[in-house]
């Protein structure tokens, strides 16, 4: 066979010419598809909106645990959250706790007794400067730009629990197991969660997309309060421009979004 | 070459082995599944797109809703005739197909795929788990 340079270089020449026709084929027939046929994707018209959604807790509304727990029972049962009795696999969206777990450091030696005896719900701050985040490989958990949420995608979690050791609240609870036994009552419009992710508290995004408050305030008859933390004319900001407020962890410099009335 | 008829035995021995799957299941393919689809998703004769694009790519439009409710927070879905849905896989699609062991798994167990969509989405809204 003759295999003279210039016979080579015309054969290279044909066959290079031949691999790009299936990729600008692909381009021609993926264009046509796309002008046939457009489907539209947009936020539905009820969702409620707000550039850094907060939170107000009155606490001087709750005497005992036994308050708490109608709040409790409602978040946890709209967002399928198991109840594990083993102390080590619980999974908490919000809970009570006593007032030196909730605002640790040495703040005040002496503190009012009412205060001292009070339960504090607790739950996650959705941290305007979250360290829970900037943990996260794989950014499974993030903070939405439209809401000043801390959202979770549960897809995405891989377990490293990175993001358990970054939130100084304990406010994320990893599945060591899978908790579908462990729910007495499934709420069949929102997913449970699967062996080896985290979750948290979301702020009932899935409500204020359909223009409803989060379960809890709703359960609450008053106490908490919802808004927009950059509205001054929200219901929150009016709460705490009224009432006097602390945050937990304030020094750490996450900037919660829960505020406390004491 | 030495040792001839016993390498022939061998190779030949070997390709029976190898090509076991074929000619064992020669001429007798598995029949492809029939899915069902229950009186409801029967009435509406339209899923969110036709059914050639939801055969194909019904996979590529969940990703697509599932990204977009999850990372963008958008949940409505206008189709090209301009039909509004809500991006659920639970609420949305098995609302319709609420038959997921004669619809979905069919075709998944046909193919061998797993998606393990169902270890946190509610496979039947309507069924009692």
Redesign the interface.
């Known amino acids: 066979m003759d295999s003279s340079r210039r016979r080579i270089l015309q054969l290279l020449g044909i066959s290079a010419l031949a691999l790009t026709t299936r990729p600008v084929l692909n381009a021609f027939t993926k264009e046509a598809r796309a002008a046939e046929a457009e489907a539209v994707i947009k936020a539905g018209a009820k969702s409620l909106k707000a550039r850094q959604w907060a939170m107000v807790i009155d606490t001087r509304k709750f005497e005992s645990e036994a308050d708490l727990e109608p709040l409790v029972d409602a978040c946890h049962k709209v967002h399928n959250v198991p109840r594990l009795q083993n102390k080590n696999h619980e999974i908490k969206w919000i809970w009570g706790t006593h007032y030196h777990n909730a605002f640790p450091g040495k703040a005040a030696q002496f503190v009012a007794e009412s205060v001292e005896q009070r339960p504090f719900l607790v739950l996650c701050n959705h941290c305007e400067n979250p360290p829970c985040v900037r943990a996260c490989p794989t950014k499974a958990t993030w903070k939405r730009e439209s809401d000043g949420i801390v959202f979770m995608d549960f897809h995405r979690c891989i377990g490293c629990r990175f993001c358990i050791a970054a939130c100084p609240f304990g406010a994320r609870s990893f599945n060591y197991r899978d908790p579908r036994p462990f729910i007495a009552e499934i709420n069949k419009k929102f997913p449970t969660r699967m062996k080896g992710v985290v979750e948290k508290c979301n702020f009932c995004a899935e409500r204020l997309a359909v223009g409803q408050l989060p379960a809890c305030v709703q359960a609450s008859d008053g106490a908490l309060a919802f808004g927009d933390l950059y509205n001054p004319a929200s219901d929150v900001r009016k709460l705490i421009k009224t009432n006097y407020t602390i945050r937990r962890k304030q020094t750490l410099g996450t900037e919660p979004s829960v505020y406390y009335i004491v | 070459m030495n040792n001839k008829a016993l390498i022939v035995t061998g190779v030949v021995i070997f390709l029976i082995i190898v090509l076991f799957p074929f000619w064992y299941m020669r001429g007798k393919a598995a029949p492809a599944p029939e899915v069902e689809l229950t009186p409801r998703a029967k009435a509406a004769q339209k899923c969110v ?1 036709s059914t050639e ?1 939801m055969r194909a790519e019904h996979m590529q439009l969940l990703d ?1 809703w ?1 990204d ?1 409710v ?11 005739e301009g039909k509004e849905f ?2 659920s896989l ?2 949305t699609c098995l609302d319709c197909h609420s038959n997921k062991a004669e619809f979905c798994d069919r075709c998944h167990n046909y193919a061998s795929v797993r998606p ?1 969509c169902w ?4 496979d039947n ?2 069924e009692k ?1």
């Not at chain 2, 999850?70 to 090209?80: A, F, L, T």
């Not at chain 2, 270890?119 to 509610?122: A, D, F, G, L, M």
């Open positions: 797109r694009y697509l599932r977009s999850v990372r963008e927070s958008k949940r409505i879905y206008i189709n090209p809500n991006m639970s609420n393990y270890s946190c989405h509610i809204p309507k788990t």
